[in-house]
């Protein structure tokens, strides 16, 4: 932000004395400032280069500026005029061009600039947008931005608008106050090159559309176009294909219900395992989970012990991965629009079933628990809308006074409370005497860098490492409390992650095919001694015929959704078809998803 400001500030002094010259039409005088202004633009922009590419800082965004910082950016400023001094000694750069007249200003040029500043202003912010989109989000598709901004950011992370509001809008915005005088300047002065006459705007107005139009293509290549372009004018029938209708699905539960605790965990990714074991990490952050997985069953994709779901179009944020887990099916926003029940008047999916609604028919109580505010991403409408699960949220908490009204931190307040207020939640709804459907969503891994505790151990250098270590500590200790309770003989355990981390700096270095979230499921229904681990080609739209299977219910087919009981020995849709077919299948557009799900009651 100071180094924004700086820019602005050392700019203006420049532009005040050009516009006092250009006012009293004094060529002299406005030749000298004019070269001046060039030299510094030119000192100004090579450094920004050099610093950029070859010593790896930001000067517009630094925030070191100890004193070594500053003698090395001083440093390379004053080799940066030399260099330019020695060049116009030798070449005479100066002499290259002469302002030989200074037109008035018409509205006509005023205009012109101003369109010009603005077509260059635009251009910098959707080029600044798209990266500063990619690098908090990560992995994005069509889908999930275009999810995302119909979405209300009530019970967003405020960090997450600030950054925007401080990156793209504000350069954006000093974009325009630094180009627009200049242009306008420019459109006034009529110079020789070799004793040929030209008036500048031409060359500027060149400049600026090249400028813009570079800009704009790299912000389309960057946010995949292609992908927005086969969104709007692809269709696709997959879906209507392979989707097994839950209702005309016979489900035959067990004469005693089990209990199921099912965790989302925010960004859980087996890469975070060691590469011996399956991972993508030279050290396994994920020791205790990996040690607890030998109580369970673990889905790997390859034959090592750990491996995980591939993460299909539409599942790829919290609640796309949700609604892929609960309803085996991927989040999809129709061409012509819908808004996800972001307001109360307002459906989510009205014409699918999902896990929630299942177990409410068969008498099961449901919470789900979270340390942010429900509302945002259209999670409130989702779970109260489907299986009228009680909500207990940030919110909730605020209003049962767990914590104070005014307590904020992350995205609303830390795990530790949430596991301890879990253990609360639980020993109430085991008391009832029914059986339950517990569900939780964790928030400290979540990117960018996660939410460092006041209790967490700095055991790696990277914060991210650490975050992810504690919540691996965290969830061991939640499942041994777990099963010290009368209740846990007849739970089944789920932990899974919500969706492949979107914290794109900190797995820069790792393939998107080698990333796969995290499953484990613990004290399941049955015998699943013969079950495939290994060599599993899945998404976590599987989970949900997979946790009604571990919970003891028999499912006709062994598939519901687009999900395929992968405690069973019938084959995915992703193992009949390929992961890169069902993903491309999944990227277009389904007339029979619209009418089905997104415009239809059950």
């Not at 004395?17 to 100004?44: C, D, G, H, Q, Y």
């Not at 939640?425 to 569900?439: S, Y």
């Amino acid at each position: 932000m100071i180094s924004y400001f700086l820019t602005i500030f050392v700019f203006f002094t420049m532009y005040v004395p050009l516009f006092s010259v250009l006012r009293r039409n004094n060529l002299s005088e406005i030749n000298t400032v004019f070269k001046m202004i060039l030299n510094a633009v030119s000192v100004f922009t090579i450094v920004l280069v050099v610093s950029r590419y070859i010593l790896r800082t930001n000067l517009l965004i630094a925030t070191n500026y100890s004193l070594m910082y500053f003698a090395r950016i001083l440093t390379l400023f004053l080799l940066t005029e030399i260099i330019i001094l020695l060049l116009d000694n030798f070449f005479h750069l100066g002499n290259f061009f002469t302002i030989i007249e200074i037109r008035k200003s018409t509205l006509k040029k005023t205009i012109q600039s101003i369109l010009l500043s603005l077509l260059v202003a635009v251009a910098v912010f959707l080029y600044k947008a798209s990266f500063w989109a990619t690098n908090t989000f990560g992995l994005l598709n069509p889908e999930q931005l275009i999810y995302n901004l119909q979405q209300p950011m009530e019970g967003a992370d405020t960090s997450f608008i600030a950054s925007f509001l401080n990156g793209p809008l504000l350069v954006a915005v000093i974009c325009l106050l630094l180009v627009f005088p200049f242009v306008l300047a420019l459109f006034r002065i009529r110079f020789e090159i070799h004793n040929r006459f030209k008036y500048i705007y031409t060359v500027v107005t060149v400049i600026c559309l090249a400028f813009s139009s570079v800009l704009i293509f790299a912000a389309a290549k960057n946010i995949n176009i292609a992908g927005f372009y086969k969104y709007f004018t692809s269709s696709s029938t997959f879906i209507e294909r392979n989707y097994v209708d839950p209702q005309k699905t016979k489900l035959t539960f067990p004469t005693k219900k089990r209990n199921l605790i099912y965790i989302y965990v925010e960004s859980l990714e087996s890469t975070s395992i060691d590469k011996l074991q399956g991972g993508q990490m030279s050290t396994n952050l994920l020791s205790k989970l990996t040690e607890l997985s030998s109580e369970g069953i673990h889905f790997s994709d390859s034959d090592k012990k750990f491996g995980g779901a591939m993460q299909f179009y539409g599942t790829g944020w919290t609640i796309a991965g949700m609604v892929a887990q609960t309803a085996g099916l991927p989040l999809k926003v129709p061409v012509q629009g819908n808004s996800y029940a972001n307001s109360s008047k307002q459906e989510f999916l009205p014409g699918a079933t999902t896990i929630n609604d299942i177990l409410k028919e068969n008498g099961y109580q449901q919470t789900i628990l979270m340390g942010s505010d429900a509302t945002f991403g259209g999670r409130r409408s989702y779970f109260t809308q489907h299986g009228n699960i009680k909500i207990d949220d940030y919110l909730q908490a605020k209003k049962d006074k767990r914590i104070a009204p005014d307590y904020r931190v992350w995205w609303g307040y830390e795990d530790s409370k949430l596991f301890a207020y879990a253990k609360q939640d639980l020993i109430k709804m085991a008391a009832k005497g029914k059986p339950f459907n517990f569900t939780m969503l964790t928030a400290n891994t979540h990117h960018i860098g996660g939410f460092p505790e006041k209790n967490m151990p700095k055991t790696y250098p990277q914060q991210y490492s650490n975050v992810i270590s504690f919540t691996d500590t965290q969830l061991v200790e939640f499942v041994s409390w777990i099963k010290t309770q009368p209740f846990y003989d007849n739970t089944t355990i789920i932990i899974n992650g919500d969706h492949l981390s979107m914290d794109a700096k900190y797995y820069q270095d790792i393939p998107s095919k080698k990333r796969h979230t995290f499953n484990l499921i613990l004290n399941a229904a049955g015998d699943n001694s013969n079950v495939k681990e290994k060599n599993r080609t899945f998404g976590t739209f599987d989970m949900f015929p997979t946790t009604l299977a571990a919970l003891g219910v028999k499912i006709e087919g062994n598939r519901l959704g687009l999900g395929t009981n992968l405690l069973s020995a019938k084959k995915t849709i992703a193992e009949k078809y390929g992961f890169k077919v069902v993903n491309e299948e999944l990227s277009q557009s389904s007339k029979f998803y619209n009418d089905t799900f997104m415009y239809s009651s059950k």
